[in-house]
């Protein structure tokens, strides 16, 4: 079975556009993640789903991110007038839903260079 | 101060050395830890978990936790030239309410010399 898969795998931007980050989650995961890991960094959370429902977004950096996932599946993050400081790999991660430890999946990321 | 404390190296070790990664946290209330490795232009993937304190064992690898310094380990044996990458650990809470997002180290480059 296919894991985790993120598109674009690389992205330009200039300053001040709006961009849009795709998430295709491993079938069946009901938990959704989205994460900003910095050149040099580890990965910071942003947000979280269970299926529709966006549980958290404490981790968001400013009302300039949006994330949604509408179906319960697929997801995007939006990212709206991008800013230098934005330049990240964003990875989004899965994993099976319940109350004790459930193993996140993560996908290869989408490199977003903002000039 | 941030909440996980990792050196991020780079630590090289010839091959076949035992290595030792570890990390530091503060916040009490983690009590799901977890080592992924992130080779360069992918994303993490999870190596070892561990619940509470103690230790787990799986293969050449071994996890280590001590909650009460707030410190776990991560311990390499028989080091491979394809184990050269980046060791990130991560911990989170236990909400009862289901998933939480993950608090991570800033990660270590490993490198293994042949």
């Known amino acids: 079975g296919a894991g985790v898969s993120q598109s674009p795998r690389y992205k330009v931007a200039k300053r001040g556009q709006d961009v849009a980050l795709r998430c295709d989650p491993i079938?069946?995961?009901?938990?959704l993640f989205w994460y900003q890991q910095a050149l040099g960094q580890g990965p910071e959370f942003l947000t979280y789903?269970?299926?529709?429902?966006?549980?958290?977004k404490s981790g968001l950096p400013s009302d300039r991110f949006f994330a949604e996932r509408p179906e319960g599946s697929v997801s995007t993050l939006k990212i709206q007038r991008t800013q230098q400081e934005d330049s990240a790999v964003y990875l989004c991660?899965?994993?099976?839903?319940?109350?004790?430890?459930?193993?996140?999946?993560f996908g290869p990321g989408t490199r977003l260079t903002v000039l | 101060q941030k909440e996980v404390e990792q050196d991020p190296g780079p630590l090289s070790v010839p091959e076949g050395a035992i290595v030792s990664l570890n990390c530091t946290y503060s916040?009490?209330?983690?009590?799901?830890f977890m080592w992924y490795r992130q080779y360069s232009r992918k994303g993490p993937e999870l190596l070892m978990y561990?619940?509470?304190?103690g230790n787990k064992e799986d293969g050449r690898f071994t996890a280590q936790v001590d909650k009460s310094s707030k410190y776990i380990s991560l311990f390499i044996r028989d080091s491979q030239p394809s184990d050269s990458a980046t060791y990130l650990c991560?911990?989170?809470?236990?909400?009862?309410?289901?998933?939480?997002?993950?608090?991570f180290g800033k990660g270590t480059h490993l490198i293994i010399q042949p």
């Open positions: 991560a911990m989170r809470a236990y909400s009862g309410g289901g998933a939480d997002g993950l608090t």
């Open positions: 916040n009490s209330a983690f009590q799901y």
């Open positions: 991660a899965s994993s099976l839903a319940g109350l004790s430890y459930n193993e996140q999946f």
């Open positions: 079938s069946g995961h009901v938990s």
């Open positions: 789903f269970q299926n529709e429902a966006q549980l958290d």
């Open positions: 561990t619940y509470s304190s």
